[in-house]
């Protein structure tokens, strides 16, 4: 029997409709997986920070599973350029409550970055890949948003781009007054020093 493919979506791959404009996705199932640390990052040569994960034994990083034809997992390499994809171990996977574990004929990939010495850029974090990854989120639960602000590290340097959106897969909505108190809630400190982009 042929293994059945699946991504852990930390970041914008959460979201439904993001995944979906890469390549052929299944349901998600909402987990959290143990050893990933989830932070801010900055490349040099781009213009916004993205999360990154890297293993870190005492942390714990909120997700999504989601199956992949094999056939398509290239064009999410092409998506995750800077990350590598690495097999992940289905022990360090803790569903919540309503999901289904995968069985074992399953194989389990995550993009990881190893970050350190990164984070510092002057790129900022820009509202309009930040308001993809809180929607997908919400597409689970309220909760599941405020975990993943509670367990992402290096909220600093942050833009309000949501009028010139400079994620190249932002989307529009109408929930940005929800999404703006559920930060300024979470991260009073950060979301009070977020200013408009230029």
Known sequence: ???????????SLINSNSRRITGIAGDSLAVRVQGLERTWVGWKGTHMRAVAARPMADACCNGVLFEVPESELNKFDVRETHYTRTLLDLSQV??????????????????LFNHQGYGLSHTPIV???LDVILLGC??????FAQEFIQHTLNWALWHDDRKHPIYPRAQSHTEAVQLDLLLAQHLPQAFSQRCLAP
């Open 1 to 11: 029997m042929s293994k059945q493919h699946y991504i852990f979506g930390y970041g």
């Open 94 to 111: 803790e569903y919540l409550p309503g999901y289904e574990a995968l069985g074992k004929n399953a194989q389990v990939w995550v993009y």
């Open 127 to 129: 509202q309009s890949y």
């Open 138 to 143: 919400q597409e689970i639960t309220p909760t």
